[in-house]
């Protein structure tokens, strides 16, 4: 391959991570509920949860690429068809931005318990870097992954390494909740982030466009989300049950490695829920700027970020708590016809 294929591959790969993980993802919070509970068995949940990271998202680049798609609203078109996609657009839409309010939410509370700072401010400055950055288009939701998300693994890595260091790789005994149970939310684990990342990883596949590439990028992708998971999930083992105390698990495995790394940890906390926010907030603006003239479009983003603004400051737990499994249900349903087989998936 070319230097310019093997370097667009790379930016798709981390563009894929950083749209999957978020405060969830960074806090360990996510890995916690969804594979570290599970003991022994949560290993064999990553790899099928990396299986479909790789398949589905490889899918999703390359029929980006096929149908010329500007956003996810050509993807659901072909799957649902055109009346059925109405309904299932509706949906992503109120699913990305519950999820952006969540991000600014999380991105305030961050600014004030670990900084002092006011949670406006938080927010604030975090939308002026999320407008200007989309106001590049893909090629800036490219370079702030590029720069993010190595970061990121370079330190989910390092909590990897010094908890096997400390620990011998000797982990604490888990009882695993049902057996059966660990597959089911493995595959839930896939299916939630995939329909969040279709709303970047379609328009990427057109961006791009070249099967090679998006196939290695997929892969990238996929493998990086799986080398994070595993680290994460092994260091959260050694310390279980303890991390069921802590909201901020990954911060608890950190907190022993100096003020200078824990200060790095939250930056890099930021960064994550940065790059989801990039992400679901150009999914929103591609879906909606659409209908409308392009120099609308700084109008639009504009709009979604201040509204996202104001209902952060009511809080978000309920909306979640409600959403979330729906949308759950939804992206269950969108990953199943990706892995239908190609004449049956025409349906508009």
Same mark, same amino acid.
């Given at each position: 391959?070319?230097?310019?294929?093997?370097?667009?591959?790379?930016?798709?790969?981390?563009?894929?991570?950083?749209?999957?993980? @978020?405060?969830?993802?960074?806090?360990?919070? %996510?890995? *916690?509920?969804?594979?570290?509970?599970?003991? %022994?068995?949560?290993?064999?949940?990553?790899?099928?949860?990396?299986?479909?990271?790789?398949?589905?998202?490889?899918?999703?680049?390359?029929?980006?690429?096929?149908?010329?798609?500007?956003?996810?609203?050509?993807?659901?078109?072909? *799957?649902?068809? %055109?009346?059925?996609?109405?309904?299932?657009?509706?949906?992503? +839409?109120?699913?990305?931005?519950?999820?952006?309010?969540?991000?600014?939410?999380?991105?305030?509370?961050?600014?004030?318990?670990?900084?002092? +700072?006011?949670?406006?401010?938080?927010? *604030?400055?975090?939308?002026?870097?999320?407008?200007?950055?989309?106001?590049?288009?893909?090629?800036?939701?490219?370079?702030?992954?590029?720069?993010?998300?190595?970061?990121?693994?370079?330190?989910?890595?390092?909590?990897?390494?010094?908890?096997?260091?400390?620990?011998?790789?000797?982990?604490?005994?888990?009882?695993?909740?049902?057996?059966?149970?660990?597959?089911?939310?493995?595959?839930?684990?896939?299916?939630?982030?995939?329909?969040?990342?279709?709303?970047?990883?379609?328009?990427?596949?057109?961006?791009?466009?070249?099967?090679?590439?998006?196939?290695?990028? @997929?892969?990238?992708?996929?493998? @990086?989300?799986?080398?994070?998971?595993? @680290?994460?999930?092994?260091?959260?083992?050694?310390?279980?049950?303890?991390?069921?105390?802590?909201?901020?698990?990954?911060?608890?495995?950190?907190?022993?490695?100096?003020?200078?790394?824990?200060?790095?940890?939250?930056?890099?906390?930021?960064? %994550?829920?940065?790059?989801?926010?990039?992400?679901?907030?150009?999914?929103?603006?591609?879906? *909606?700027?659409?209908?409308?003239?392009?120099?609308?479009?700084?109008?639009?983003?504009? +709009?979604?970020?201040?509204?996202?603004?104001?209902?952060?400051?009511?809080?978000?737990?309920?909306?979640?708590?409600?959403?979330?499994?729906?949308?759950?249900?939804?992206?269950?349903?969108?990953?199943?016809?990706?892995?239908?087989?190609?004449?049956?998936?025409?349906?508009?």
């Amino acid at each position: 391959m070319q230097k310019q294929q093997i370097k667009q591959s790379l930016q798709i790969g981390f563009t894929y991570i950083g749209t999957v993980v @978020g405060a969830g993802f960074a806090s360990g919070q %996510e890995i *916690l509920q969804f594979f570290t509970v599970y003991g %022994e068995w949560s290993y064999l949940g990553i790899l099928i949860s990396v299986l479909l990271f790789a398949w589905v998202g490889g899918k999703m680049l390359l029929l980006g690429a096929k149908l010329k798609a500007n956003s996810y609203r050509e993807l659901n078109a072909y *799957l649902f068809g %055109e009346r059925l996609a109405l309904w299932i657009d509706l949906f992503m +839409l109120v699913m990305l931005f519950g999820v952006t309010v969540a991000m600014l939410a999380g991105v305030g509370a961050l600014f004030d318990e670990n900084f002092q +700072l006011p949670f406006e401010l938080g927010v *604030l400055v975090t939308m002026a870097a999320t407008y200007f950055t989309i106001m590049r288009g893909m090629q800036g939701i490219l370079a702030a992954n590029t720069i993010i998300v190595p970061v990121m693994m370079t330190l989910v890595c390092f909590i990897f390494l010094k908890t096997a260091w400390t620990t011998g790789m000797r982990t604490s005994t888990v009882i695993p909740q049902p057996s059966g149970s660990w597959l089911t939310s493995a595959i839930s684990y896939a299916a939630f982030n995939l329909g969040l990342a279709s709303s970047v990883l379609v328009p990427l596949g057109n961006e791009i466009k070249d099967r090679k590439t998006l196939v290695l990028g @997929g892969c990238v992708g996929s493998v @990086g989300l799986g080398i994070m998971l595993l @680290g994460a999930n092994f260091a959260l083992t050694t310390h279980f049950p303890t991390v069921l105390n802590y909201q901020v698990p990954m911060a608890f495995l950190i907190s022993t490695s100096g003020a200078l790394l824990q200060t790095i940890f939250v930056l890099v906390l930021w960064g %994550e829920i940065f790059s989801t926010l990039i992400a679901n907030v150009y999914g929103l603006g591609s879906q *909606l700027i659409a209908p409308y003239p392009a120099e609308k479009g700084p109008l639009l983003i504009v +709009l979604i970020l201040t509204s996202a603004f104001f209902v952060s400051q009511i809080g978000f737990t309920k909306i979640v708590t409600y959403l979330y499994p729906i949308f759950g249900y939804l992206s269950f349903l969108l990953m199943t016809l990706l892995l239908w087989p190609h004449n049956v998936q025409k349906r508009s």
